[in-house]
DNA sequence: CAGTATCCTGAACGATACTG
DNA sequence: CAGTATCGTTCAGGATACTG
């Protein structure tokens, strides 16, 4: 079921990544499961999308761990499921985040964005950033990347 | 020649972020550039697509502002160009560094992917983050979303 | 309310051939 | 080397109807 690994592609967590979340509705269904959004209708409702697309997404989703179907059952009616974000679509949390920062700052006329977001404890606004091992920012101009030492097969 | 806004997919960051480097080839090609890779044939050899795909990338990314053209000419040969990144692609290394990172951490089966990232300054490892005005780090699990009180038109 | 099934269209992509 | 042009396939996504 996984793609044919005819190049590197395979080989690449950032595309691994963004073929999961990069769909157009994925990651707006994240965006809304932050926000508190739990059942299919109101998920409906907000994103405005076809049953059929939301339906699979969130099939997607949560056979990749992101979103974990919650069993509820109100009186005289039948079992129904809310959706809610796991530990590791809470890690997604920087990226999305990030992708939110970039755009309100490169591409929204005015530099900022209908959302913003902040920490519950301290009530301070949150950037995603690049921080080193001691936790200091990191310019990401000071970056580099490079293939790890540990490479268990070269490709080419 | 931007697309029409029917629902808040327009007034949305992520989305509209996403939908300009979510295509399969896009954030490769920022990858590499990041990498070093300027010249069209090298990212040819590198991301094996086609050259169509290439060039429509290639171009995108340069009108959009994340790319930009850079001529060089070799003795004997015609003009050709270089493609560099801008300030704008560098701002999106988070998110790229935060996808890659997800992705080794939740999809790679041994928990670390094929590249890592350092700080050209301390050579200490780097990831992405979220961090408060006075640079400190905050869990993923203590941010909240809210709409902007200076939202301008309320939608609906 | 919470989905699934079906049909249709548009667009992204791969392959390939061609130009300067 | 650095692209552009064309063609065909595949597939995501919109609309809509239907089920429990």
Redesign the interface.
Known sequence: MTTPP????A??????????I???WT??IL?DV??GVRRFDDFLQR??CSPAVLSTRLKTLTEA?LLRKVSYKEPGERERFAYHPTR?A???????????????????ADG???????????G???????????????S?????????PT?PESST
Chains 1, 2 share one sequence.
């Open positions: 005819p190049v590197d592609l080989n690449c967590s950032i595309a691994a990544t963004l073929s999961l990069g769909e157009k990651i707006l965006r932050f926000s994103l405005q761990g590791a809470v890690d997604l949390l920087p990226v999305l985040i990030g992708l939110m920062q970039w755009g309100d700052a490169h591409l929204a900022n964005g209908p959302a913003e977001v902040r920490s519950k404890i301290s301070l606004k949150v950037r995603a950033a690049l921080i080193d091992e001691a936790d200091a920012p990191v990401p101009a000071d970056m580099q990347m490079m293939a790890t490479a």
